[in-house]
C-alpha cells in the first residue's frame, strides 16, 4: 500500500518526508526493542513503535526502511524529524496504540515483514 | 589487500544520543562508493550495534574501515571494561545492559550474534580492565 493509504488509515500526522507519501510499503513490524529490530527483520517497510529517541530513526535508516509510525501519541524531537528527512524516511505520529495501529494496517493488507530468529 | 578507502571516525561514550553517527558516515560514504544494497545493509547495522556496544558498555571508541576490491574490514576499538566471558556474551538473549539501557531500546543480548550474522569473519580480542577489540570482515567480489 501507499504510505499515504496508511496516514489516512490511522488518521496520523506527517512529522518528516510528506514528499514522500507515494512510496509503496508492503511489510511492517512493531517493537520498543530496537536490538530486536535489528535482529529479526530481513526486509525493508514500515516500523511501528512506542520508543522515543534518535535510535528509532536510526534504527530505520540502517535497515534501509520507508516509514517509521510512532504510535499512543508520542511525539518526535526536532532533531529526530530533521534526521528522519536526511534519511529519506516518513516519520509519522498515531494517537491509536500498537495493537489498534497493528490490526488496521493488517487487516488492511500490510503483511508481517519478513524475519528470522538470528 | 589493496586499499581504496580508509575510514576514521571517534566514537563518544557520553552521548547516547549520537550512538550511530559514525555507522550513518560509514553507511553514506559505502553508498557513495557505489556498493550493493545488501552489502551495505549488513555493515551498516553490524557496525552499528557494534558502536552502540562501545556507547552502552564501553567508553566510546574508535570505528575504522578499510575498504579493498574484495573485503570491507572493520575495526572496532575500546578501552572500556573488556568481556569476561566471550563465549557467555556471544550467545542470544546474554546481556548486562542497565535498566536505562534496556527502556532506551536495546539490552536484548542479541547486538554480537547479529554482528556475527551479518558479517562473513568475525573476531573478538578483549581483556579485562584493558578494552574490546573487533574486527569484522565483509567480503563483495
Ligand atoms: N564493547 C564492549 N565492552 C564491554 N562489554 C561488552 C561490549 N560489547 C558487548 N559487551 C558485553 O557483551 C554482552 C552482550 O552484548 P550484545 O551486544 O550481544 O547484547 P547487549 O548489548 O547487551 O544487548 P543488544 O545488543 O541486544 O542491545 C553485553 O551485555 C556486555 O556485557
Ligand atoms: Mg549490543
Redesign the pocket.
Known sequence: MKIQEIVSLLNADVQSGADKLDEEVSSAFGSDMM?EVL?YVQDQGVLLTGLVNEQIVRTAAMMNMYCIIMVRGKQPTDNMKEMAEDNDLVLLTTELTMYETSGILYTNGLNPAGHSYV | MSELVKLHYDVDGNDFAAAGEASMKIKKELRNLGFPQDIIRRIAIAVY?GE???V???DGGTADVSVGLDEIDITLA?K????PDVEK?MQKG????SEEVRSAG?????????MKKNTDEMEIETEVGVG?TIHMKVYVA
Open positions: 536490538s535482529a | 550495534e552502540i556496544n562501545m552502552i558498555h564501553a575500546d572500556g571494561p573488556g568481556i556474551a546474554w546481556s548486562t545492559a536495546f539490552g536484548a543480548g542479541m547486538g554480537l550474534p547479529n574490546t
